[in-house]
């Protein structure tokens, strides 16, 4: 611990390691956790209609069944579930079949690695970098499910924003995260709130739902994680990165004008980078329009 605290580059390394293994979990979370959820809302519904539910030949989570090849089914031997490693070993392809593999799970241990790093590096050691990294890695594994399916589940945002609630408890310093208590508190509302009223506005005025439930509960949990001074510049990066990449993926017809597109990765990304650099692009923003 003494030498994690002593080196940032050792930490930062040590953190960049670990993060790779978190990063394939993650990429676990965002296979299965929608798959979980809408087998257990299938159950649900079946008992609400009166209807029987078929029995599950084996169990399905997050740990088992183990990891298998979406194409032959072949369990995937350990050896060959090294973060990376495996991915370059095997050329991205599956060891049995030779099927290929998608190139986004190395994608998503290296950014999780990546981003655990930088926070070590940004934070050093102590429990600011661990509660930064934890707000990272749920920031990670919502943007792969939204991205996916659309879903910000409220298993993944309720509990991200209650461990910001609780944390702010021990809020010791004018640092995020956590936020000051009083702070996160009203970031919490305030983000909730905030987007709530633009949803019923947007849908006042065309009739169409523009975004989902889960946004407001991401957003809510970024003002508590962040506290409520960092919510415009949360939310002026997510709709300025958001448009453009929504016009550029229209522009090049990837994309058609009447489909959605989700809005929590940009909400997540945005707020990473606050996490990081927010009291300071604040500052120099403030700086240049000749407020500070």
Known sequence: MALLAAYPAVFAAVAFLFGLAI????NVVIHRLPLV?????????????????PAQ????????????????????????????LSYLWLRGRCAACRAPISARYPAVELATALATAAVAWHFGFGWQAALAMVFTWYLIALTGIDIDRQLLPDILTIPLLWIALIASLWHA??????????????????????????????????????MGYGDFKLFAAIGA????????????????????????????????????????????????????????????????????
């Open 23 to 26: 990063g394939s979990f993650l």
């Open 37 to 53: 959820l809408e087998r257990q809302w299938r159950a649900q519904a079946a008992e609400l209609e009166g209807r029987s539910v």
């Open 57 to 84: 030949s084996e169990p399905y989570n997050l740990l088992r069944p183990r990891s298998r090849c979406p194409a032959c089914a072949a369990p995937i031997r350990s050896v060959h579930n090294i973060p990376i």
């Open 173 to 210: 310093a004018d640092v995020a995260p956590p936020a000051a208590l009083r702070d996160a508190v009203i970031g919490a509302i305030a983000g909730y709130l905030f987007l709530w009223f633009v949803f019923q506005l947007f849908r006042l005025m065309t009739g169409k739902e523009g």
């Open 225 to 292: 994680w962040l506290g409520w001074q960092m919510l415009p510049l949360v939310l002026m990066l997510a709709a300025v990165v958001g448009s453009v990449v929504g016009i550029a993926m229209i522009a090049a017809r990837r994309h058609g004008r009447g489909v959605p597109i989700p809005f929590g990765p940009y909400l997540a990304g945005a707020a990473w980078i606050a996490l990081l650099w927010g009291p300071q692009i604040v500052e120099r923003y403030l700086d240049v329009a000749g407020l500070g």
